[in-house]
């Protein structure tokens, strides 16, 4: 089994700024990959970014970059010069593997203000 | 990248009515599709696993005989929520696996609300 904890309910931030969310995982798998979605009040799952455990180099994405440490099991996203329009819920995922890895389990989610 | 559809994206039924919600693959083929109930305020959780061909695995709890989940086609994955109730009310989102040229993405549906009066 595994889990996803994301500790921080909510956050804000002065837009133009950076925020990093924070994702901790637990998994006995080798290989996993994780993922960050963005869900803004429509409700559509928007995909940010992905990161492979065996990948050398902590993913980036345009604004969005990770801060991968895998010894801690941690797998931050970091939203440099944040916008109004990043205002939504994050969350982290990772494949499930009891599922032959084809589903998604989440984190409980992050919700993102971003302040004029 | 792959396009799933749901319709319909939103539906308001009285309680005692079945609601049918279809996900769609609409460039690609899925042989397996994923059905998600997100509660208010809450993450998404996975209710069940439809096959292609084959019976839908239930999440522990997911009753089988009160969401029924039918895969058609290879393109095609409908739930149909039978004697809706108020506790039935949530945001329901399909999404269908795609391997891309990395790694296996999920696609998402855009969700379906549905509320139970």
């Known amino acids: 089994a595994q889990k996803i904890t994301q500790t921080q309910p909510g956050m804000f931030v002065q837009e133009k700024e950076a925020v990093t969310l924070d994702c901790t995982y637990d998994?006995?798998?080798?290989?996993?990959?994780l993922f960050w979605y963005k869900q803004p009040s429509s409700g559509e799952m928007i995909f940010l970014i992905y990161?492979?455990?065996?990948?050398?180099q902590n993913a980036t994405e345009g604004r969005y970059s990770l801060n991968f440490q895998k010894a801690r099991k941690s797998a931050n996203l970091v939203i440099s010069a944040s916008q109004l329009g990043d205002s939504a819920m994050y969350f982290c995922a990772m494949r499930d593997p009891d599922n032959y890895g084809q589903n998604f389990v989440f984190g409980p989610g992050t919700r993102l203000s971003v302040l004029p | 990248g792959a396009v799933v559809s749901q319709h319909p994206s939103r539906v308001i039924c009285k309680s005692g009515t079945s609601v049918k919600i279809e996900c769609r693959s609409l460039d690609f083929q899925a042989t397996t599709m994923f059905w998600y109930r997100q509660f208010p305020k809450q993450s998404l959780m996975l209710m069940a696993t439809?096959?292609?061909?084959?019976?839908?695995?239930?999440e522990q709890g997911v009753e089988k005989d009160k969401f029924l989940i039918n895969h058609a086609s290879l393109t095609l994955s409908t739930l149909t929520v039978t004697s809706a109730h108020p506790e039935d009310s949530s945001f329901y989102i399909c999404?269908?696996?795609?391997?891309?040229?990395?790694?296996?993405?999920?696609?998402f549906g855009p969700g379906t609300r549905l509320t139970v009066l």
């Open positions: 439809s096959n292609e061909g084959s019976k839908a695995t239930y």
């Open positions: 990161q492979g455990s065996y990948d050398q």
């Open positions: 998994t006995s798998d080798p290989s996993y990959g």
């Open positions: 999404s269908a696996p795609w391997a891309g040229e990395t790694y296996n993405e999920q696609f």
